[in-house]
């Protein structure tokens, strides 16, 4: 596994929650390379107007946009949304197919996981994805994913202060853990990290961004975000992993805890959170924002993990004593 820093720009370019790699459009950053209006088969948009893969009532994806009544509009663009989904579906059917008919011809997993360009873990998913049960419906949606990972809330302090919060939580629990470095350097904050660590909207901060993976299965996106005029220059913006830990890192520059808050937020994908977290069409993910101030009140570290939803549980724990049924 390469866990050297990639050499790219930021993958959020402009803004960290435009959702696009190299500054490209949400749609042109999904898992398929391309916007939704070239996933049909032959590269044909479902909504270019052909004759079988028109919307429902024949209508366009530009005659959907010009209709006057709103309500209409909405009903038909619904409608529209309904048809596209039967055509994933079907799509992850036939994709399903092709996989398992190139592995029964003999071709290892590894091999087909290097021509599709994903990891072999999500070619075992695509081996899932689209399976009919027995009443002929597709029960993609409710089948159990392949790898659930915990997440505690909050999480134990010993944990936290480890070599790798995720590696020591997936170590207990029995998973081959492994985290790959994505991005270090500046990046304009976000409106709700610019927040937790009390600078400007869009003025730059310090980003080290990462990759973690469960049983070679991409689960989560985790960025630390930190203030340019306070880590800028330090060994926190150096490439590559922190060591022996990041926690120990801050602590090394005179920081010292004093108290964090935590957000979780459902919602569906950015662009890149899909295509990076390798999730299928419809999967969303859970945001955690946890923002660490030092015991002076200053803003110190503000941790953001994008979770894949459907491969995480998150239990949490009430304080012994201080609760009531």
């Known amino acids: 596994m390469n866990d050297g820093v990639s050499d790219a720009r930021s993958p959020y370019g ?43 009532g024949g209508a366009s994806l530009d005659e959907l946009v010009v209709i006057a009544d709103p309500v209409e509009r909405a009903r038909a663009i619904s409608l529209a949304i309904a048809d596209r989904q039967d055509l994933i579906a079907e799509l992850a059917r036939l994709r399903r197919e092709a996989v398992v008919e190139a592995q029964a011809s003999g071709v290892r997993q590894d091999a087909i996981a290097r021509r599709l360009g994903v990891t072999p873990g999500r070619v075992s998913q695509m081996r899932s994805a689209g399976a009919r049960d027995a009443t002929g419906g597709h029960p993609e949606a409710c089948q159990a994913p392949r790898v659930v990972v915990r997440r505690a809330l909050p999480t134990e302090p010993a944990v936290r202060g480890s070599a790798s919060l995720f590696m020591t939580e997936a170590e207990r629990q029995g998973i081959r853990a492994g985290r790959r470095m994505l991005y270090v350097g500046p990046e304009p904050a976000a409106g709700h990290i ?90 969303w993910v859970v945001q955690v924002l946890r923002a660490g101030y030092g015991d002076d009140g200053t803003p110190v570290h503000t941790l953001e993990t994008i979770c894949a939803a459907s491969r995480h549980v998150f239990p949490i724990a009430q304080v012994t004593g201080a609760d009531e049924f």
């Open 14 to 56: 402009a803004s960290p929650m435009d959702g696009s790699p190299g500054g490209l459009s949400q749609t042109d950053g999904s898992p398929y390379g391309a916007s939704l209006g070239d996933t049909s088969p032959g590269g044909a948009s479902p909504m270019d107007g052909s004759p079988d893969e028109r919307s429902p």
């Open 194 to 283: 610019a927040a937790a660590l009390r600078v400007e909207p869009g003025a730059d901060v310090l980003a080290r961004r990462k990759m973690l993976l469960a049983d070679d299965v991409p689960v989560r996106i985790a960025t630390s975000y930190f203030r340019l005029d306070v880590f800028g220059g330090t060994p926190i913006a150096a490439p590559d992993f922190v060591r022996p830990s990041l926690q120990a890192g801050i602590e090394a520059l005179g920081h010292r805890f004093g108290h964090a808050e935590e957000h979780l937020v459902a919602r569906p994908p950015t662009g890149f959170e899909a295509a990076t977290l390798q999730l299928d069409p419809g999967e």
